[in-house]
């Protein structure tokens, strides 16, 4: 079983930088694709960023020149460094790690309990 627990979120005020972590507890942590996602109020979650073992990234358009996510496969974490925060980045930020895709669907797909962020203006 795949428990992923987040930390660093808090108020920041606009323009600011904010870092987020998450540790993975589990194995094969360094083939799970590992997700940071966001859900603002009255809205879906959302993809924000996501790395696969290897190092690869994928951003969403509002993170691209912004946000950093890494990992460290041997510490079992990955990280989301978000500078230039604006309000609109505000919400509450999850970790996730997927493997084993079968079409749409995923395998395994673990969910952090979320850490909240604020920007305010």
């Known amino acids: 079983q795949v428990q992923l627990v987040e930390s660093g979120g808090g108020l920041v005020q606009a323009g600011g930088s904010l870092s987020l972590s998450c540790a993975f507890s589990g194995s094969f942590f360094s083939i799970y694709l590992m997700g940071w996602y966001r859900q603002a109020p009255g809205k879906q979650r959302e993809l924000v960023a996501a790395i696969l073992g290897s190092g690869s990234t994928n951003y969403a358009d509002s993170a691209k020149g912004r946000f950093t996510i890494s990992r460290d496969n041997a510490k079992k974490t990955v990280s989301l460094q978000m500078n230039s925060l604006n309000s609109e980045d505000s919400g509450v930020y999850y970790c996730?790690?997927?493997?084993?895709?079968?079409?749409?669907?995923?395998?395994?797909?673990?969910w952090g309990q979320g850490t909240q962020v604020t920007v305010s203006s």
């Open positions: 996730n790690a997927k493997r084993g895709r079968n079409g749409a669907r995923w395998e395994y797909d673990y």
